[in-house]
């Protein structure tokens, strides 16, 4: 018997894939319909920066992978991706999360933020966004949009901080180039407390 691969039977192996592709996503459509009870739908709807957007997602994966790696928002950053750093961190109902350990399916029904949903919809910058360009917040520039995100969350619900209740507020983010003196500067510009 020739083992040799030949036109014929190079052609015969793709027809077959093919059809045992198509009949295994068939029976994956039909087995979706006949999904046990309490089995995690996969393809959902969440609302991000004020848009409806509907998604696949898996079973165990993180709102960081689903805003960066599915919805193309790749102003969250993903650093430590275990919830130490701060680079990933998105509003959630307008409260600060890290995405890197959040799922997406518990986001379903709530509202999420990113730092590319804080600007005005003419393309302003929002005034946090704004602050740290006018003090040089921003070094490497990796943390920044969780920085931004945890400062817009402050002054949603403290819009005079203090300096250090902003420094309690913005502790969750880290910053590896240390410019904790600059972000904290543009805190206090945000609120107005400082020109």
């Excluded at 192996?13 to 592709?21: E, F, K, L, N």
């Excluded at 957007?53 to 790749?74: F, I, N, S």
């Excluded at 360009?133 to 817009?152: H, I, R």
């Amino acid at each position: 018997m020739n083992a040799r691969l030949s036109r014929r039977r190079f052609i015969k192996g793709v027809i077959a894939s093919s059809i045992a592709a198509a009949s295994t996503s068939a029976w994956y459509s039909v087995a979706q319909a006949d999904r046990p009870q309490g089995a995690v739908e996969r393809l959902l709807t969440i609302n991000v920066n004020g848009k409806k957007r509907r998604v696949d997602v898996l079973p165990q994966e993180t709102l960081a992978h689903t805003l960066r790696y599915k919805l193309g928002l790749t102003g969250t950053k993903l650093g430590c991706n275990r919830g130490e750093c701060g680079c990933c961190t998105v509003l959630v109902d307008d409260i600060t999360h890290y995405s890197c350990s959040m799922l997406t399916h518990s986001v379903r029904g709530r509202s999420v933020t990113t730092v590319e949903g804080v600007q005005a919809p003419n393309g302003d910058l929002h005034p946090v966004q704004q602050a740290f360009v006018d003090e040089l917040g921003p070094q490497c520039g990796y943390c920044t949009p969780g920085q931004v995100m945890a400062a817009v969350a402050l002054l949603k619900v403290n819009p005079k901080p203090t300096r250090d209740e902003a420094r309690i507020a913005m502790s969750g983010n880290l910053c590896r180039c240390g410019a904790y003196d600059h972000y904290l500067n543009a805190v206090m510009r945000a609120s107005g407390q400082r020109t």
